[in-house]
Nanobody, 124 residues
């Protein structure tokens, strides 16, 4: 079984930046597309960004396009989410997920394993 561990969350002022990392534990995500989702209190899990295995295809939610960048370093078995120009509405627990397919997906139901999440809080 593959477990994912997110890190890099924290408290940041509006307009600031954070870089989240997602690393495999107990296995690798070789051959798997990856994605970032977020969940605010009282809300469902929301799609943020996804990247295919090769890194050649990415897809972003409209709310983060132009501000967030997803990338991966397969040699390090790590996926990143660079978040710039953060807004208070970006406040949420951010989860990294993997799917046993090469291609991207914005549907959380198509992901096969998840990390525990990392809290991102953006203050005004």
């Amino acid at each position: 079984q593959v477990h994912l561990v997110e890190s890099g969350g924290g408290l940041v002022q509006a307009g600031g930046s954070l870089r989240l990392s997602c690393a495999a534990s107990g296995g690798t995500f070789r051959g798997n597309a990856m994605g970032w989702f977020r969940q605010a209190p009282g809300k469902g899990r929301e799609f943020v960004a996804t990247i295919n295995w090769s890194g050649g295809s990415t897809y972003y939610a409209e709310s983060v396009k132009g501000r967030f960048t997803i990338s991966r370093d397969n040699a390090k078995n790590t996926v990143y989410l660079q978040m710039n120009s953060l807004k208070p509405e970006d406040t949420a627990v951010y989860y990294c997920g993997g799917r046993h397919e090469l291609g991207i997906s914005s549907d959380y139901g198509r992901y096969d394993y998840w990390g525990q999440g990392t809290q991102v809080t953006v203050s005004s």
